[in-house]
């Protein structure tokens, strides 16, 4: 009877469709017999360096010429080979990749147990127990992906139906926002708030962290710059509708009262995890997202990065010969590439140049160490305040990138501030200045994001 192993060694020689679609996936180590390990070997070192599969006839020669090989190895092998050569059963395709990518799975589950139990007993000196959850979540993921590509002709049906879905995105509960990316940041993006220091980059995510957890989405902020506490303390100020400045004086029964009827509220949940300044890169995000999934089976919806400035590449060392511009790219390139990978729109900001700093009319230019983080980011925009807009309680908002929709529409738009509650709300655009669009689509339409907060009820 024919094993799994034998049905792939034999299929990679006389089958280039299956060739063609499960090398890419296998590895040697999944092979626990060293006679198969080494005709696998060989078969796809002969593909690889001719793009073509390998005959019984060059797989004999090549196992010839194998130095590692005693003789009693070869004669082995050599009749492994014959029963190969001998074997004419014929599969189906489809039922033939099914099971190899079971059987691929399975062993890379089996070897990743070996490995956190070789871990576990400290006898790996290169990595400890904080790896075996990413060990664990590679093994799982082992599939095949068969899509190679969209064909423009083929495909028009699948290409029609996609212009016509409708792409999951979390929404902003502020009018000008929603209107710039058409309902809300999708999934496997990267946005980046543009600010000086101390107009509102944190009171920005703050007050959509805590939008998203009151409309019931999982939310991770992830903070480099304020300790856990005090970015809970804005979302506090936020969520509970008290002045910041007053949280300390409030009686304990009171606090609780308040969270209380905030969890009955939303099915929603807020995880706050900080970081040393600088230290840490998407390797750490990534392993704090495995760690969540396995400890608290949270997965978020949106993850919230504060901020991008002053996080760690995975790729570079600072303390390195490398310039500003390629080591904030690379940041926002690893940034972006989580997303992607958590299937997730990610959040974040980055400060401006000295002369941003003063300017009523921030640009893309006044990104501050590298003009690569804009030419990653899928949406990017400025947050600008002045005397005027300061005493009418406004922030202006400047688009100065978007990949959902057409940049020139609502370039500039303000929105209202309650700094005491680290609270954005829509406001009057026709008290901002001279700004693009009026809002008035949108203020009429739309309930003050005061009210909102209000329903919650809380006294």
């Known amino acids: 009877m024919n094993s799994i192993e034998h049905s792939i060694l034999k299929n990679l020689v006389i089958n280039e469709d299956y060739t063609r679609k499960v090398l890419p996936f296998l590895k040697e180590e999944y092979f626990e017999d060293g006679n198969q390990k080494a005709v696998f070997q060989e078969c796809r070192e002969f593909i690889n360096k001719y793009d073509s599969r390998i005959t019984y006839e060059a797989l004999s020669i090549e196992l010839q010429n194998r130095t590692d090989l005693t003789e009693k190895d070869y004669i082995e092998i050599s009749q492994l080979v014959d029963r190969?050569?001998?074997?004419?059963?014929?599969?189906?395709?489809?039922?033939?990749?099914?099971?190899?990518?079971?059987?691929?799975?399975?062993?890379?589950?089996?070897?990743?147990?070996?490995?956190s139990i070789y871990i576990t007993e400290g006898k790996d000196s290169k990595r400890d127990r904080g790896a075996i959850p990413s060990i664990l979540t590679e093994a799982l993921a082992v599939s095949f992906d068969n899509h190679i590509g969209h064909?423009?002709?083929?495909?028009?049906?699948?290409?029609?139906?996609?212009?016509?879905?409708?792409?999951?995105?979390?929404?902003f509960d502020l009018g000008y926002f929603n209107k710039i990316t058409k309902g809300g940041l999708p999934n496997k993006t990267l946005n980046v708030a543009l600010a000086g220091t101390g107009v509102g980059k944190s009171l920005f995510m703050c007050h959509m962290a805590s939008a998203c957890l009151v409309d019931g989405y999982d939310v991770l902020y992830i903070t480099m710059e304020m300790a856990e506490e005090k970015i809970a303390e804005r979302i506090d100020a936020n969520l509970l509708d008290v002045n910041i400045q007053d949280i300390v004086e409030i009686p304990q029964q009171i606090f609780e009262k308040k969270i209380d009827k905030l969890t009955q509220k939303t099915r929603g949940h807020l995880i706050i995890k900080e970081y040393p300044t600088a230290s840490a890169h998407v390797g750490h995000f990534r392993a704090l997202l495995n760690e969540l999934a396995l400890k608290k089976s949270f997965r978020p919806s949106i993850i919230f990065i504060d901020y991008l400035n002053i996080c760690a590449s995975s790729r570079y060392s600072k303390m390195g010969n490398v310039n500003s511009y390629s080591y904030i790219k690379a940041i926002a390139e690893e940034l972006r590439g989580l997303a992607v990978e958590a299937n997730v729109p990610i959040v974040s900001a980055t400060q401006t140049t000295r002369s941003g700093y003063s300017s009523s009319d921030v640009d893309i230019t006044d990104t501050s160490e590298s003009f690569g983080l804009p030419a990653t980011a899928d949406l990017m925009f400025a947050l600008i305040s002045t005397e005027e807009l300061e005493s009418l309680g406004q922030i202006m908002v400047k688009q100065l990138k978007n990949r959902y929709n057409d940049l020139n529409v609502y370039k500039r738009f303000t929105v209202g501030v309650d700094r005491a509650k680290m609270r954005l709300y829509d406001c009057d655009q026709s008290e901002g200045g001279?700004?693009?669009?009026?809002?008035d689509e949108i203020t009429s339409t739309l309930t003050d994001t005061k009210s909102k907060f209000a329903s919650l009820n809380f006294s």
Do not use: N
Request: hydrophobic content about 35%.
């Open 84 to 115: 190969l050569r001998s074997d004419e059963e014929d599969q189906q395709l489809q039922w033939l990749l099914d099971v190899t990518e079971t059987w691929c799975r399975d062993r890379a589950i089996y070897l990743a147990l070996m490995d």
């Open 151 to 171: 064909d423009y002709l083929e495909d028009f049906a699948e290409r029609f139906e996609s212009y016509h879905r409708k792409e999951d995105r979390i929404p």
């Open 434 to 439: 001279e700004l693009i669009d009026s809002g």
